[in-house]
């Protein structure tokens, strides 16, 4: 494999992890005010990510950092071209960091309820919006020769890229209910438990055209892409391990089908990296937007050396905060 | 459109652009150094728990540890606005040095992002799931993973300010990194990196002096304040002078590789040898080529700038015509009035909070503090001062680097995204300052209604082994 496909597998990877970690804490922020029927239920839902939220947000930072750094030209084209999707996109990650934060601060109805329903919205917006501009990568934009964006806003709304934010927001759904489902016990677990498996039929059915969708957009013809079946298959398999209680192989079905989603996108992709809808032989590509091959390298070796650290430590964490939470844990503690 | 028209269009979003940057990125910079520098303080202050197990040093931990949430949680998601930005306002930028600015920035989410988020996560919520030790190692590794954050991104700067490392490519006309070591062994990197940790520290410093002030002042648990107010000030002393130390080397190093950054700073229209410092000035600006200059310090700048008695400072007039001459015509004088006065501002306030330093020190010895109103109201009242001079130690190292956005490489203004629009920027304008004001609102109505709590009580006998619960959601 060549320096260049490399670093496109690896930004590939990153946004796999991203939503696979922050995919069932966008879950959670917008499924705790239905799984919590009160104030216990909720902070006990809403606690089950406390420890995690932050770190599973510093891949989405690496993910854009890492394309800064090897794709430059990329990241030019798609942060200057998303401008106000990515103004919306950084206000409602912004209100939905603070949220956590914050919310427990205060213990007062109309506090606690405010920072909420920004909770609630945060989490919602911030995969639509990803999924959207992910979906317009591959859809195809206005791009002229010297690698610029010429559309509007309204460009990047177009049926295929709403329709990749809507079955990323599905899959965070489900991803989030299995995850509660997985963390919780007593009432929440009930809840956690009824809306992932009600939950996933509809995110499998909504995976499965979103697959189709996908592999037409592409237009490679009928050469099957496996990564697209793993995730049709996935969503399915989490709907009745769901309904069978087995909520740790659940999980992993639900993550399975988070991965392959997002990969199904990048698979397609390749070696294209932003579809040029002016012309094909304006869109970006790996090779004429990378970086140089001394800082491919640098780079590699600072991956191969940090990478494998981050994922120990990570995990040692989601060892560390594996006890089940339960509303119970919460009555008795006031906020502090 | 008209030509003409068009020109001023791009000129005014242009313009907004860098509003947009000065103003995020000085927003972002309240909380950054508080969060560097509140963590040194609280791991200071758990590892004297730690080691004497006094349960005075546990409350002042989850005290002042909660401060630190409120701001880490303001700090993560304006810092996330920052790195967007460079791709969303500065596209022509991000293209041209991506493949050596990116590297660090990259560097920073895999080494420094993911400990410090990590372990904040491990010590918020792990008091009652780790052991003492481990959980002492977390808050110690957030420390250490927010000073290499300021590591990276510095070095990333200091490459704007001096590039180093690099060759440009003749095919495309881009600068390509060639020496990565080049990059995070560059001078300015090295002496501005320290001198952005000891005003971080300055800042933590003053914050945990005035609260400790306010709440020895209004007289609840005074035992338990006077430590922290006593850590704060063993920690202020130095670091002050060391900021100012530091900063005067850096402007020596500066002068080397940027000197219109310092001459400007000086208001120093001709070549000098050896040269005076105005402490004070009426007029000046970049018409006024002979402002009138009030108490002038002789060989001072001369020594400011060159470490040397009769070190010679070329005035801004000949650099003028020298970078005419190598880059064409223009004008590449950065703004003179922000140069000189941020440059002072800076340094005449650390010589204040150096005073009131030495004063609660001198009170302190005499075993007077508590009882000094007037020192506690002022030291309450100082903790604005490094919010001032943080803000005017940007203001001097970025505007003093214009017209360029990379010295000697990119003009700010080739830099902007050609595909934004006038009404782009206005709207992310409009957006992040609304953002902003209400974060900042919500941030400090929470650190002043926290600052003033009543400290809580130890939450478990801390003789024993039994666990501390944790710091809940």
Known sequence: MTLVSFWFLLIAVVWTGFFVLEGFDFGVGMLHGVVGRDEPGRRAAINTIGPLWDGNEVWLIVAGAAMFAAFPGWYATMFSGFYIALVLLLAALIVRGISFEYRGKRDQPRWLRTWSGLMIGGSLLAPLLIGVALGDLLHGLPINGSQEYTGSFWTLLQPYGIFTGITLVAVCVTHGATFLALKTSGAVRGRGTALAHRSAPVTAVVVLAFALWTHAIAGKGLLINPVEIIAVLAVFAAAWLAQEDRDGWAFAATTVAMATTVLSIFSELYPKVMVSSTRPAFSLTIHNTASGSYTLKVMAIVVAIFLPVVLVYTAWTYYVFRRRLSDKDFRVQHSG | ?473
């Open chain 2, 1 to 473: 459109m008209g030509f003409a028209e068009s020109q001023s269009g791009a000129r005014v979003t242009l313009d907004l652009a860098r509003w947009q940057f000065a103003l995020t990125s000085i927003n972002h910079f309240f909380f950054v150094p508080i969060t560097i520098g509140l963590a040194v303080l609280t791991a200071l202050l758990q590892t004297a728990w730690y080691r004497r197990s006094e349960p005075e040093y546990l409350r002042l931990t989850r005290f002042f540890g909660t401060l630190l949430v409120i701001n880490v949680a303001v700090g993560v998601v304006t810092g996330l606005v920052q790195e967007f930005e460079f791709g969303m306002n500065w596209s022509a930028y991000s293209r041209l040095v991506g493949d050596i600015f990116g590297a660090p920035l990259a560097m920073e989410g895999l080494i420094a992002f993911f400990l410090e988020s990590t372990f904040l996560g491990l010590w918020i919520f792990g008091w009652d799931r780790l052991s003492r030790r481990v959980h002492l190692l977390a808050i110690w590794l957030v420390a250490a993973g927010t000073m290499l954050s300021a590591a990276f991104i510095m070095a990333a700067n200091s490459w704007m300010q001096h590039p180093v490392g690099y060759r440009i490519d003749k095919a495309t006309g881009r600068p390509r990194l060639t020496d990565i070591w080049a990059v995070l062994t560059n001078p300015v990197f090295l002496w501005s990196y320290l001198h952005i940790l000891v005003a971080a520290l300055v800042t933590a410093a003053a914050v945990m002096l005035a609260v400790s002030a306010w709440q020895i002042r209004r007289g609840t648990h005074p035992d338990i304040f006077m430590r922290s107010l006593r850590l704060s000030l063993v920690v202020l002393t130095p670091a002050i002078v060391l900021a100012l130390f530091v900063g005067s080397e850096l402007g020596v190093i500066e002068a080397r590789y940027q000197p219109m950054k310092i001459a400007a700073a000086e208001a120093q229209w001709n070549t000098c040898q050896p040269c005076s410092f105005s402490l004070f000035q009426i007029g000046g600006g970049n018409n006024d080529h002979s402002p009138t200059q009030i108490i002038k310090i002789p060989h001072l700048l001369s020594l400011l700038a060159t470490n040397s008695w009769n070190g010679k400072v070329i005035g801004l007039d000949q650099l003028q015509a020298r970078y005419a001459a190598r880059y064409g015509p223009g004008n590449y004088v950065p703004n003179v009035f922000i140069q000189y006065w941020s440059m002072r501002v800076m340094a005449y306030i650390a010589g204040l909070v150096f005073l009131l330093t030495l004063w609660g020190l001198v009170l302190m010895w005499r075993k007077k503090v508590a009882t000094s109103r007037l020192f506690l109201t002022a030291a309450i009242w100082a903790v604005v001062t490094p919010f001032v001079m943080n803000t005017a130690g940007w203001l001097l190292t970025e505007s003093g680097r214009q017209p360029w956005i990379v010295q000697g490489i990119q003009l700010t203004r080739n830099g902007v995204s050609p595909s934004v629009s006038f009404t782009d920027v206005v709207i992310s304008m409009v957006a992040f300052g609304l953002v902003y004001t209400g974060l900042g609102v919500v941030d400090w109505v929470l650190m002043v209604r926290y600052a003033r709590k009543e400290i809580p009580p130890a939450p478990a006998p801390v003789d024993t082994d039994a666990r501390v619960p944790s710091m809940l959601y």
